[in-house]
């Protein structure tokens, strides 16, 4: 039987830092408060004219470049993301034209931070049902859009990116090996943003008024939380797949706070030279956390042949998830 393999993947940034010394003139913070409550010393910001499906085609370009495909061999685009360029139609389809991908379909999903690790599961269940063969799997955000600079106590964290993967089926023994997914949406307040949708509407003047078109957190919360379930989906998978912790070359985290990245490596019991760490540069990007630092590493030559990764991550939903990946 098939399941997927990753084959290809690429990044693409905005060229614009928002350091930390920028956010003090901003909001009543402080570099060392940001830095020793998050690990965030800066992050990436889109310019005023940028359009996030155009950093999304980059990083797809590298991507199938690296994987030696051309956008005609897709037969299926998944693009995880909160921050589409407008509501309707699905990103993915922009992205689909702007690519000439004809042959692909071509959607988005919103699983918050987790929707790369949902695209990586739904993306392998495709190709064991024979459904998709050549996945393109992206997840794109332009978080600092939807950020309430006049909030600090959510706006120090969220930067801009993308980051894409291609999947390719193969037969061989390297590839997904486990993914899982989990949702509690009894904890939909944790993470949300109220306005925009169909109960505010962006043209009612509540949306506007009570900044209801803003990112809102719990972030103590959240934190606790995003660590016990993290390490749960990390543990299950491990289990599933006949691995132990100790297997395991890189955990690859979703990049929220260095703090919940720490924590869930010590319950884990991989140190922190395995766990891959890059939100001092970028903050969370969401969804494009894990495509970026994946690609960092690839790039970098730190992922090898043969390494185990732990992919897991944690977001709005609340949704969670863990995939383990013989590269
Ligand atoms: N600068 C200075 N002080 C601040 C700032 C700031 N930027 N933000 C908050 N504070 C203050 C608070 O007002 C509070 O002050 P008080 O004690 O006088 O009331 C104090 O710092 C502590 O605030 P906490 O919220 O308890 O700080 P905490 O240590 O929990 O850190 C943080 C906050 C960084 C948000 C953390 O809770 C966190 O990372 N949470 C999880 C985030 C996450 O995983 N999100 C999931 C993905 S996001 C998505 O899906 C889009």
Not at 87 to 113: E, S, V
Not at 145 to 169: E, M, N, V
Not at 271 to 296: F, K, M
């Amino acid at each position: 039987m098939y399941h997927a393999a990753i084959a290809g993947t690429g990044r693409a940034v905005p060229p614009t830092i928002l350091t930390n010394a920028e956010l003090e003139k901003i909001v009543d913070t402080s570099d060392e408060w940001i830095r020793t409550r998050t690990g965030i010393r800066e992050r990436r910001k889109a310019g005023e004219g940028d359009v996030l499906s155009d950093y999304a085609v980059e990083a797809s370009r590298q991507a199938l470049e690296a994987g030696g495909l051309v956008p005609k061999d897709l037969d299926t685009i998944l693009v995880a993301t909160v921050t589409p360029d407008q509501p309707i139609p699905a990103m993915a389809c922009l992205i689909q034209n702007k690519l000439g991908a004809k042959k692909a379909a071509a959607w988005d999903h919103n699983a918050g931070c987790s929707g790369w690790l949902y695209g990586l599961h739904v993306a392998d269940a495709l190709i064991q049902a024979g459904k998709a063969h050549n996945v393109l799997l992206i997840g794109a955000e332009f978080l600092t859009r939807l950020a309430d600079y006049t909030d600090r106590a959510t706006c120090i964290l969220f930067g801009d990116g993308a980051g894409a993967t291609l999947l390719k089926a193969t037969r061989s023994d390297h590839g997904v090996l486990a993914t899982t997914i989990r949702t509690d949406g009894a904890g939909a307040s944790f993470i949300c943003m109220p306005g925009a949708g169909s109960v505010y509407p962006p043209n009612r003047p509540e949306t506007y008024e009570q900044r209801l078109g803003f990112i809102k957190m719990m972030g103590g919360e959240t934190f606790k939380v995003a660590v016990r379930s993290m390490t749960d989906v990390c543990k299950q998978v491990l289990d599933e797949s006949g691995f132990a912790a100790s297997d395991v070359t890189w955990l690859l985290p979703h990049q929220a706070n260095d703090r919940i990245i720490t924590a869930v490596g010590d319950r884990l019991g991989i140190p922190s030279e395995r766990c891959i760490v890059n939100i001092e540069r970028y903050g969370n990007t969401s969804s494009a956390t894990i495509p970026i630092a994946l690609d960092e590493y690839v790039r970098e030559g730190k992922i090898k042949k043969g390494d185990l990764i732990l992919f897991t991550a944690f977001g709005a939903g609340l949704t969670w998830g863990a995939g383990l990946v013989r590269w």
